[in-house]
């Protein structure tokens, strides 16, 4: 008797054995998530995060040992004509009274006129840990709020590095917490209509959650070998909601077609087991290793997210073997009820091999004409990836922050009266003991050359230098007045570290010196990404190749898959272009054009995209693959199993597109970008890339689809399932 596949085996043992199966796995869930938050999160530092001449500067810095309080500004200004000197200077004396008598604050510096006389700046340092000072700062806000009631005429308000985090982390958390609200009761909803009863759609979201649950603890556990990043966790919940339920729609919808064909139920789960557990596998695998390729990017915040991302894709597909089929046997038919009546007629599984009609429809270009559909459709994904090539990479900087909070209005003002404190470069230099003198001269001039040079702003007050206790440690911030994005910006960065720098510091004897600061780290992250796509790119292909030829026994299978990826993804690129390097979608999506892409986000976004994609492309190719075991043509076996299938991939891929454009709404400009080219990516991979492309393709090869070398050919299969792809091999 053959030996059955390991994934029939663990679902029989699941479905004879359910309370044990649901039992492990809550106790593993359990386990996991009260485990990991035990053992605590180990979170990156700058070291771990460094990168480029801009990483050295950082390490430089950290290595001083700096006491760098928080420091608020208020700002007085005028709020309309010349800005009075008398009145401005009594608001002053009452900020510094008022916050002179809170007992968080250290000191309060003496005003500060801009050199236009239009503002006057008060500067409060704050006790304690700076890391705390946002949750500290009600008391000085509710002082300047006071100030500002006795100084009707004048505008007093506050800003600084606290309050702005403060009212981003209040913004970006009312955006979080309306996308978890939103994503649940729509996911939910999806799966409603896709199975028309309301237990089979609360199975996948279980699944997902409790997933996405023990992936968490295992991260936090994970963090103490690879150190975590602050957007770990969103991602695994982001990844782990779209596979976990993926996998249960794919699992749940085979197992209800058999029982529709008369199967019995346990005979059911065995073929859902055989199929689509199959194609899970084979999923996660493909997912696990375009994730596994962010390890190469070189970069601890990538790291992260690939072990984040390849937890909670695993504990999925474990789930989908044990917990899955256990479920579906306890449940039984209840797993039916109760039912929606008329969703029900709609989507109850059919019969027959015939699939959807309206899907049936739409292959029929693809399977009558496919040279000529395979040509228009890839010319037409070309020409949306074409804006690809102008791509732009670039951090977002506090100029695509939201400017719906004083804070950030306050920021604005604040830049403009006092350009020294907007954009600023770091120079953190590293000298021998007893070069402290001549370090400090160094400085000295490098200050007073960039504010006579109009890339720089000019000083407001005598240069700040900071020296570390041991005094092997010096660092200095040189300002320009431009955005940090700006051409100006990025020369004033050149003109620092090829000449300035060079001209002062370089005459220190022994001294290391770097530049950093926000223009470098966009500079050098930029690079960095262009340096890392390639060799990224073409890990995950080489690995994905192998994966998919070895599972499908076909080269010609697994070349086409990645071409169609590669195809999809870059169609995501250009849409993404497209949109964010201009202005026209600004009103529609509620942004502000930063011009560019984020940086990180076309790595990031290709090895998700190539990962979930592979998702319904396994799942579909197996389906055909099947029908052409059965005997049928490869034109015939297209039809079926793209149609048939379409039900599960469509509502796989509808779920995906709903929850990935939730993030879309998001206040940030970075999770604008990821939403948007996620839930396109997904969009087009599976409408165009599935109905036109992928039938046009296989339908064109023909029984070309299954070569593959003497030693990747199965092994003959029983003679009643007489499958043409032997056929196929026996001519080679």
Not at 94 to 102: E, F, G, S
Not at 449 to 463: G, H, I, R, S
Request: one cysteine or more; aromatic letters at 6%.
């Amino acid at each position: 008797m053959e030996k059955r596949p390991i994934t029939v085996r663990v679902a029989r043992w699941s479905a004879e054995h359910p309370w044990r199966a649901i039992a492990l796995w809550v106790v593993f869930v359990a386990v996991c998530f009260i485990g990991g938050n035990a053992a605590g999160t180990v979170e990156a530092t700058n070291r771990d995060q460094a990168i480029g001449e801009s990483g050295r500067a950082d390490v430089i810095v950290s290595d001083g040992h700096f006491e760098n309080p928080a420091v608020e500004s208020v700002l007085i200004t005028a709020r309309s004509g010349a800005l009075n000197a008398d009145a401005a200077g009594a608001a002053a004396a009452d900020v510094a009274a008022a916050m002179k008598a809170l007992p968080d604050v250290e000191s309060v510096a003496d005003p500060l006129p801009s050199h236009d006389k239009t503002a006057l700046l008060v500067r409060v340092t704050l006790k304690g840990d700076p890391d705390t000072a946002q949750d500290r700062i009600a008391p000085l806000q509710a002082a300047t709020a006071g100030v500002q009631a006795k100084h009707p005429n004048l505008r007093v308000e506050e800003t600084g590095g606290p309050s702005i985090s403060k009212a981003m982390d209040d913004t970006l958390g009312q955006d979080f917490k309306r996308a978890e609200y939103l994503s649940l009761p729509v996911t939910f909803a999806i799966l409603i209509v896709a199975f028309g009863a309301l237990i089979a759609a609360g199975v996948p979201v279980l699944l997902a959650l409790s997933s996405v649950a023990a992936a968490l603890g295992l991260s936090t556990l994970a963090s103490h070998l690879v150190p975590s990043t602050d957007t770990t966790s969103s991602v695994i919940l982001l990844i782990g909601m779209a596979v976990g339920v993926d996998y249960s729609l794919f699992y749940l919808r085979r197992e209800r077609e058999e029982r529709a064909k008369g199967r019995k139920h346990l005979d059911a789960v065995e073929i859902a087991a055989e199929t689509s557990g199959h194609a899970v596998v084979v999923s996660g695998v493909a997912v696990t290793i375009a994730m596994a390729g962010l390890f190469l990017a070189g970069d601890v915040v990538f790291s992260s997210l690939a072990l984040g991302s390849i937890l909670v894709v695993l504990v999925a597909v474990l789930g989908s073997l044990t917990v899955l089929p256990a479920l579906m046997s306890k449940l039984g038919r209840w797993i039916d009820r109760p039912r929606v009546p008329l969703l029900w007629r709609l989507t109850r599984p059919r019969t027959d091999e015939r699939g959807s009609r309206v899907w049936s429809f739409l292959l029929r270009p693809a399977l009558r004409r496919p040279a000529a559909t395979l040509m228009i459709s890839v010319l037409a994904l070309l020409a949306l990836a074409a804006p690809a090539l102008s791509m732009r990479l670039t951090f977002p900087g506090m100029e695509d922050l939201p400017r719906t909070t004083p804070a950030m209005q306050a920021y604005d003002r604040l830049v403009k009266a006092f350009p020294s404190n907007g954009t600023v470069h770091t120079v953190a230099v590293r000298v021998p003991a007893g070069q402290l003198d001549n370090t400090r001269s160094a400085l000295t001039r490098l200050a007073q050359k960039a504010a006579a040079d109009p890339l720089f702003a000019p000083l407001d007050e005598a240069p700040d230098i900071q020296v570390s206790k041991d005094g092997t440690v010096a660092v200095l911030d040189i300002a320009t007045p431009f955005e940090g994005r700006s051409d100006q910006a990025k020369e004033s960065l050149t003109r620092l570290r090829t000449q300035l720098v060079p001209q002062t510091i370089g005459g220190v004897p022994g001294a290391q010196s770097a530049v950093g600061g926000f223009v470098a780290a966009d500079v050098d992250y930029a690079d960095h990404i262009k340096h890392k796509l390639p060799i990224v790119v073409g890990f995950v292909l080489v690995l994905t190749f192998l994966v998919m030829a070895f599972t499908f026994r076909s080269v010609v299978v697994a070349l086409t898959s990645i071409a169609l990826n590669m195809l999809s993804a870059a169609a995501s690129y250009g849409l993404v272009v497209l949109i964010f390097q201009g202005s026209w979608a600004e009103g529609i999506l509620g942004f502000k054009s930063m011009d560019a892409v984020v940086s990180w986000l076309p790595l990031f976004l290709f090895v998700v995209l190539f990962g979930l994609s592979m998702d319904y492309h396994v799942f579909v190719v197996s389906r055909i693959r099947e029908a052409v075991r059965r005997g049928l043509t490869t034109r015939e076996a297209v039809a079926q199993g793209i149609s048939g299938s379409a039900g599960v991939v469509t509502s796989a891929a509808v779920v995906m597109v709903a929850v990935f454009s939730i993030f879309a709404t998001l206040s940030t400009i970075d999770m604008k970008q990821l939403g948007v080219g996620l839930a396109a990516a997904i969009l087009l991979d599976a409408t165009i890339i599935r109905a036109v492309v992928l039938p046009s393709v296989m339908t064109l090869l023909g029984n070309a689809n299954w070569w593959a070398p003497r030693f990747m050919r199965p092994r003959p299969q029983p003679q009643h399932r007489a499958p043409e792809i032997e056929k196929v091999f026996l001519k080679v």
